[in-house]
């Protein structure tokens, strides 16, 4: 039961324009969600997180918008530069059910110059 | 360097062998996680270990297991291997403090089965 879910693999998007890079989950019980970035060879890095209290937190060029009726966030990133080039993953975590973190599928963006 | 230890980098080993995955968190911090990352898959959350006692499981195999040491280090164990056991294995440690689970993540061990 995949609780956390990224639906595309990959995504190409061309350098200065925005990237958006999408997770849905099923459980309701889930009340924070995080976005990790990973390079080739090295692990996961937290890039920015949200609490289910809010529905938008910015960092920089990093944006998280959350949708709690849609079960939906989504990472957007302004604008992208080659160096973003990397695999997103999604995580969520539900604080009455131990505070794991659950991961989705990652998807993998490359920023064109 | 998120300051998160795993070692070896990469393993090769045959079915049927058992290896052990070692990881030193973070200087401070007292949670231990395993998770595992095959082909195509997410990162899949194996077990947890805080201050040296099991605090979460996971879809950990009955072949595998974990523990953890009075100095805060963790060890994975994993028997019989198997074909379908090649994977990235993460280990990540997070801040006793945190009442969210915001994670730091070892390099990892590149484990193949032959």
């Known amino acids: 039961d995949q609780q956390v879910k990224q639906n595309s693999p990959s995504l190409s998007v061309q350098e200065g324009r925005i990237s958006i890079l999408n997770c849905d989950y099923t459980?309701?019980?889930?009340?924070?969600f995080l976005w990790y970035k990973k390079y080739p060879a090295e692990g996961p890095t937290f890039l920015i997180s949200?609490?289910?209290?809010?529905d938008k937190n910015e960092d920089g060029r990093f944006t998280v918008f959350l949708n709690k009726s849609a079960k939906h966030l989504s990472l957007h990133i302004v604008p992208s530069q080659p160096g973003d080039s990397a695999v997103y993953f999604c995580?969520?975590?539900?604080?009455?059910?131990?505070?794991?973190?659950?991961f989705g599928q990652g998807t993998e963006l490359s920023v064109k110059p | 360097d998120s300051g998160v230890t795993q070692t070896p980098k990469h393993l090769i080993t045959a079915t049927g062998q058992r290896v052990t995955l070692r990881c030193s968190p973070r200087?401070?911090?007292?949670?231990v996680y395993w998770y595992q990352q095959s082909l195509d898959q997410g990162l899949q959350f194996l077990i947890q270990y805080y201050n040296g006692e099991e605090r979460a499981k996971g879809n950990i195999l009955e072949r595998f297991s974990a523990q953890q040491f009075p100095d805060l280090h963790s060890e994975l164990n994993l028997s019989s291997l198997e074909l379908g056991d090649s994977a990235l294995y993460f280990c990540?440690?997070?801040?006793?403090?945190?009442?969210?689970?915001?994670?730091?993540f070892g390099s990892g061990t590149q484990l193949s089965v032959l």
């Open positions: 990540a440690s997070s801040p006793p403090s945190a009442t969210n689970e915001k994670l730091f």
């Open positions: 949200i609490s289910s209290i809010k």
């Open positions: 995580a969520a975590s539900a604080r009455n059910q131990g505070g794991k973190l659950i």
């Open positions: 200087s401070g911090d007292l949670s």
């Open positions: 459980n309701s019980m889930f009340d924070y």
